[in-house]
């Protein structure tokens, strides 16, 4: 199993980012993925999951700022990111559950910073 997160950047407060999860080696369109976050010093925090029927939820903290998809067709899921603010900051991360055992991508930086 492996999973590949990429677009993170550095980005102005109010800007936007799109973050791609690309699985490999699970069954993708039965399974739930989700998004995390970590800073320095903190615990890693859920961001947004989807389910296999496209249920999500959503961080009190960024409801309504983001929104997570899925293309079953592309083995990938992604995290759309409006109106960033610098708490956002962090390196997010793409996870899954697969035969009970918890798999985590590699982590993409977001700076969001004027």
């Known amino acids: 199993v492996q999973l590949q997160a990429y677009g993170g950047g550095l980005v102005q407060p109010g800007g936007s980012l799109r973050l791609s999860c690309k699985a490999f080696g699970i069954n993708f369109r039965i399974n739930t993925l989700g998004w995390y976050r970590q800073v320095p010093g903190k615990q890693r925090e859920l961001v947004a999951r989807?389910?296999?029927?496209?249920?999500?939820n959503y961080a009190d903290s960024v409801k309504g700022r983001f929104t997570v998809s899925r293309d079953n067709a592309k083995n990938t899921i992604y995290l759309q990111m409006n109106s960033l603010e610098p708490g956002d900051t962090a390196v997010y991360f793409c996870?899954?559950?697969?035969?009970?055992?918890?798999?985590w991508g590699k982590g993409t930086q977001v700076t969001v910073s004027s």
């Open positions: 989807i389910t296999s029927t496209s249920d999500t």
């Open positions: 996870h899954t559950i697969w035969h009970e055992r918890n798999f």
